[in-house]
């Protein structure tokens, strides 16, 4: 299974100024055929369930907003938002849909400073 | 608007079987396969396993971790999904997700349900 490992555990940011969550792969996601990287990322607010933000690394789901950025290739990845929002406080996970199990990172907890 | 809403969740012995049910709208449902997650209370996310729309014949694949006592089937008639647990252990304690996968790639969850809460006690 590849291992999905992410850093910080936990990040305190203030409202505003830009967040930073990284994500490593135990082995690379990019598919050498279509150059499409299988990773994924998702927000999960407290009592809720999580919800998709990124896919291929990079593209925004529908709806969105545009202060969400996916990067990175092979296996290394980031997602940023660049104006944190009170509304942002959640765990963010990644994923890997390059190979069965999908497996997720353990998880990133932001709160604001 | 894609709707995923789980049912059947609630309080049940060890050893017991639970059965939970998913009750989609908003998207053609034989377009797609789905998946069951779970999360124990301040954990992370666990996939149990998917299943296959008809057009790819289906059929089910399940994580090593539930093989043996969970099934997953789907009725494409009604739109539903269903999550068979037997002989359910305290660890098996979580919120159980139904969960839509994506048409763009295998594995990519865009829609998740709110979750129903099993307990095993």
């Known amino acids: 299974d590849i291992v999905m490992t992410q850093s910080p555990d936990s990040l305190a940011v203030s409202l505003g100024e830009r967040a930073t969550v990284n994500c490593k792969s135990s082995?690379?996601?990019?598919?050498?055929?279509?150059?499409?990287?299988?990773l994924a990322w998702y927000q999960q607010k407290p009592g809720q369930p999580p919800k998709l933000l990124i896919y291929?690394?990079?593209a925004r789901a529908s709806g969105v907003p545009d202060r969400f950025s996916g990067s990175g290739s092979g296996t290394d990845f980031t997602l940023t938002i660049s104006s944190l929002q009170a509304e942002d406080v959640a765990v963010y996970y990644c994923?890997?849909?390059?190979?069965?199990?999908?497996?997720f990172g353990q998880g990133t907890k932001l709160e604001i400073k | 608007e894609v709707q995923l809403v789980e049912s059947g969740g609630g309080l049940v012995q060890p050893g017991r079987s639970l059965r939970l049910s998913c009750t989609t709208s908003?998207?053609?449902?034989?377009?797609?396969?789905l998946s069951w997650f779970r999360q124990a209370p301040g954990k992370g996310l666990e996939c149990l396993g998917f299943?296959?729309?008809?057009?790819?014949?289906?059929?089910?694949e399940y994580a090593a971790s539930v093989k043996d006592r969970f099934t997953i089937s789907r009725d494409d008639s009604r739109s539903i999904a269903y999550l068979q647990m037997n002989s359910l252990k305290t660890e098996d304690t979580a919120v159980y997700y139904c969960?839509?996968?994506?048409?763009?790639?295998?594995?990519?969850?865009?829609?998740w349900g709110q979750g129903t809460l099993v307990t095993v006690s």
């Open positions: 299943i296959r729309s008809k057009i790819y014949g289906g059929t089910p």
């Open positions: 969960v839509r996968v994506s048409s763009q790639a295998t594995d990519l969850f865009d829609s």
């Open positions: 291929w690394a990079s």
């Open positions: 082995q690379s996601v990019l598919y050498s055929s279509n150059k499409k990287n299988y």
């Open positions: 994923q890997q849909y390059y190979s069965r199990p999908p497996t």
């Open positions: 908003g998207f053609t449902f034989g377009d797609h396969a």
